[in-house]
């Protein structure tokens, strides 16, 4: 079994990462579920009742254990790593309680990720998207409502959270810029090109609930859910035959590698999507330089498939 003061550790825990640290509470229950996971391999590992020194005296020699029995479960180097994290975390918020002085774990190396590319939606396919929102089967408002929200989503690199956590007054008050609540806690300012603005105040216009507190609402005039958000991309990709991986969150990675295609800016690219690091901004140089190389490949006349051709 696993005892209650650990239980109680992790919810005092969870309230620091969410309300102290200014962590999403998705993160923080992530967090929790990582040290859950833990837990229940070291009740089968070690023993039969793990207490509170088990966690805390805690060795690499259990955690690479721990690890090496998650991929074979086929567990990704990603989800290791948070775990990881989040176990590093823990300990560290168990040293500013004086639960524990050091640990081994806070030197240890988090497993080699090796990075995909995000795959961008073609701009071509975008349009496409915002055109089958028309013949979706809703109310005019709800229409208008989904094609500006993905329209904005899409011309500013917005998260979904981001997004359907603006304020109706916040979007009334802006003069051609927004003021945008990333993760963290930490806010940026992004620039509203005229026909996004103008998508918005339409939807503004036929929308039932004048007086609701955020700027998208659903059918009850509450704020809209991410769920929601997702699901409508789902059937929007369906109806069109568009990849599994046209999510709204594709929408972000598609803005950002356009803007890179065409300008090349990636200080420019990193405030607008709020990347603290300009290198979680480099992926984007990367995945240009990729487009380029393809386009080469296939137009020039030098190249080997077009050498191909002409034999």
């Not at 073609?122 to 329209?151: H, P, Q």
């Not at 500013?156 to 007054?169: C, F, T």
């Not at 105040?201 to 509450?222: D, S």
């Not at 603290?276 to 990367?286: K, N």
Request: aromatic share 8%; charged share 25%.
């Amino acid at each position: 079994m696993i005892t209650a003061d650990i239980q109680r550790l992790l919810e005092e825990w969870k309230k620091d990462l969410v309300y102290g640290r200014g962590m999403s509470i998705h993160t923080g229950e992530s967090y929790v579920a990582d040290l859950n996971l833990l837990l229940g391999f070291l009740l089968d590992y070690k023993s039969d009742a793990i207490g509170l020194n088990d966690v805390l005296m805690v060795g690499k020699r259990d955690i690479r254990s721990w690890f090496l029995s998650r991929c074979n479960e086929d567990v990704s180097a990603k989800s290791l790593s948070r775990s990881l994290s989040a176990l590093k975390n823990f300990l560290k918020y168990c040293m500013e309680k004086g639960l524990i002085q050091d640990s081994e774990i806070l030197d240890m190396r988090p497993p080699r990720i090796h990075k995909s590319l995000p795959r961008p939606i073609a701009a071509e396919s975008i349009n496409d998207i915002l055109e089958s929102v028309y013949e979706c089967k809703k109310t005019d408002w709800i229409i208008m409502r989904d094609i500006a929200l993905l329209a904005l989503i899409y011309s500013v690199g917005l998260r979904i959270s981001e997004a359907i956590n603006i304020k109706r007054d916040e979007f009334l008050n802006s003069s051609g810029f927004l003021r945008i609540n990333g993760k963290g806690g930490k806010t940026r300012t992004i620039p509203l090109i005229a026909d996004i603005h103008n998508l918005i105040r339409k939807y503004l216009g036929v929308c039932i609930y004048q007086q609701a507190e955020y700027l998208f609402v659903n059918r009850f005039g509450a704020k809209l859910s991410a769920s929601a958000t997702q699901k409508l991309l789902k059937n929007l990709r369906r109806k069109l035959g568009l990849a599994e991986t046209v999510t709204p969150h594709a929408l972000r990675h598609s803005c950002a590698t356009h803007l890179m295609e065409s300008s090349g800016d990636l200080r420019s690219i990193q405030e607008l999507l709020g990347h603290s690091s300009i290198s979680s901004t480099q992926i984007y140089a990367d995945i240009a330089k990729k487009y380029i190389t393809d386009v080469y490949d296939k137009c020039h006349p030098l190249s080997g498939q077009n050498s191909k051709k002409e034999e």
